[in-house]
């Protein structure tokens, strides 16, 4: 009577257990993970940027960094669980401010001139993490970009003693003899992210780009080059299929 018993227990414990490994294979098989696949996001940009320029042959002139927002639009591929490659699409601002005298991209004489310009930005990004659910990046790469938009708006000094000083707000007018649209350089980036309900990551990172292409042509002799280099922090959301 005890052996029918037993085999009886037996039977049962082996299916109970059959049934758990069976519960926990599915649910591992049907889980999101956090380390492979795409991830789609967007991201908010805010950057501080510098024209790094030679000024030493102007007198009374000089250069100092301008801020700006933007956003982008992301995709991360994830290889292997420290490694993945990011890319995306940005409206990126690279403003900067100019102190000093006469302008001639704006063909008036300025105390201060504030020069608002808007890039299209395309990263390409390999991404190295360690952690978990709470991870550290380090990324590096380079992007290439087009000068979209530009706007100057200033202070102008009187021409004549009997002019008064005054605002100016006017677009920025291209001039392809002189203007070099075309941008592209070095990016390199500190993030950290967080994962929640297992498909959002949060993220809060610090960039450095940096230009590798002047932002104007050799259109006269004399020309010192000029390169825009920006520090961005974006704050950002990504979801993971």
Not at 20 to 49: C, D, R
Not at 54 to 81: C, H, I, K, M, W
Not at 187 to 210: H, M, P, V, W
């Amino acid at each position: 009577m005890k052996k029918p018993i037993l085999l009886l227990i037996l039977l049962a414990t082996m299916a109970s257990a059959s049934a758990q490994v069976s519960s926990e294979t599915e649910a591992i098989q049907t889980a999101p993970t956090s380390l492979s696949g795409w991830s789609f996001g967007v991201q908010a940009l805010y950057s501080i940027n510098v024209l790094e320029a030679n000024v030493a042959y102007q007198e009374n002139v000089r250069y100092v960094a301008g801020d700006g927002l933007g956003f982008s639009l992301n995709a991360t591929y994830n290889v292997q669980p420290w490694l993945a490659f990011l890319g995306a699409i940005e409206a990126m601002p690279k403003n900067y401010v100019r102190y000093g005298a006469y302008d001639a991209t704006t063909n008036v004489a300025g105390l201060m001139t504030q020069a608002k310009n808007m890039y299209l930005n395309i990263p390409v990004v390999a991404d190295f993490s360690i952690g978990g659910k709470l991870r550290f990046h380090a990324r590096l790469g380079g992007y290439m970009g087009y000068w979209l938009t530009g706007r100057r708006q200033g202070i102008s000094i009187p021409l004549t003693s009997v002019d008064p000083i005054s605002e100016f707000d006017v677009p920025y007018e291209f001039d392809s003899r002189r203007d070099n649209r075309f941008d592209a350089g070095i990016t390199s980036a500190l993030a950290f992210s967080a994962l929640c309900f297992n498909r959002i990551d949060l993220e809060l990172a610090l960039r450095l780009d940096y230009s590798l292409t002047d932002v104007q042509k050799q259109y006269t002799k004399y020309i010192h080059p000029r390169y825009n280099t920006t520090v961005l922090l974006t704050l950002g959301a990504a979801y993971k299929f």
